[in-house]
């Protein structure tokens, strides 16, 4: 089956850094996106990947392995605003037949205290 | 300014009684989605159109239909409305067939059954 999991919750201190995780097992790989999800609000684009190894944004870093079915969001520096719903979705050929959908994760939320 | 714009952000309707909810965009993009998301839950695919080719998820109810008359405008019509379909409805666009496209989205239309 498709299958992502990611921890439901965390909590971090601002100023500091925290990681959040994925993992998945999917039919085939296309691609890993990183969203960022404040309540009430639509998910807003943050990260790709599809190559293994870390891509570097400003204060948010995401990384892949492709071979342990692994990745994870890397937040620096957090700001009370980065408190938000992180959500990892995999994009796999075989689920879509073709590459225009997602499997999403269900979130991890983020609590980011003073 | 906003690229996907979803109307009205707040939708309230009577059980049974049909609605429409609409989504437009000036990104251009060949691929509109549409949504449900539920509390705490992942943004769920309900169909999309890669430019007038309509595509159904097989557990989409019936009674979610759509349109999309141009390439800037798509449209979730939901015939009778339960109690169960209270949710956050979201509109996405991206290009295709690019793998490394990411999903756009507008900020969403809240949908609640009286």
């Known amino acids: 089956g498709q299958n992502i999991d990611q921890p439901t919750e965390m909590t971090a201190t601002e100023g500091a850094i925290v990681q959040i995780n994925c993992t998945y097992q999917?039919?085939?790989?296309?691609?890993l996106f990183w969203y960022q999800q404040h309540a009430g609000e639509a998910p807003t684009f943050l990260s790709y990947?599809?190559l293994d190894g870390l891509e570097e944004k400003g204060r948010f870093s995401s990384f892949l392995s492709r071979s342990k079915g692994y990745s994870y969001l890397l937040l620096k520096e957090l700001q009370m605003k980065d408190s938000a719903s992180y959500l990892c979705?995999?994009?796999?050929?075989?689920?879509?037949?073709?590459?225009?959908?997602?499997?999403w994760g269900l979130g991890t939320s983020l609590a980011v205290n003073p | 300014d906003a690229m996907v714009i979803q109307n009205p952000r707040y939708q309230v309707t009577q059980f049974g009684k049909p609605v429409t909810l609409s989504c437009s965009q000036t990104?251009?993009?060949?691929?509109m989605y549409w949504y449900q998301q539920k509390s705490s839950q992942a943004p769920k695919l309900l169909f999309h159109?890669?430019?007038?080719?309509?595509?159904n998820e097989a557990d989409t109810p019936d009674n979610f239909q759509s349109r999309r008359p141009n390439t800037s405008f798509c449209f979730l019509d939901i015939r009778s409305p339960g109690l169960g379909d209270a949710a956050m409805y979201l509109c996405?666009?991206?290009?295709?067939?690019?793998?490394?496209?990411?999903?756009?989205f507008g900020d969403g239309t809240r949908l609640s059954i009286l």
């Open positions: 996405a666009t991206s290009r295709a067939p690019g793998e490394n496209q990411p999903q756009h």
């Open positions: 990104l251009n993009h060949n691929v």
């Open positions: 159109y890669y430019d007038k080719d309509f595509n």
């Open positions: 999917t039919s085939g790989f296309n691609g």
């Open positions: 990947n599809v």
């Open positions: 979705a995999v994009r796999s050929p075989a689920h879509a037949g073709n590459n225009r959908k997602l499997i």
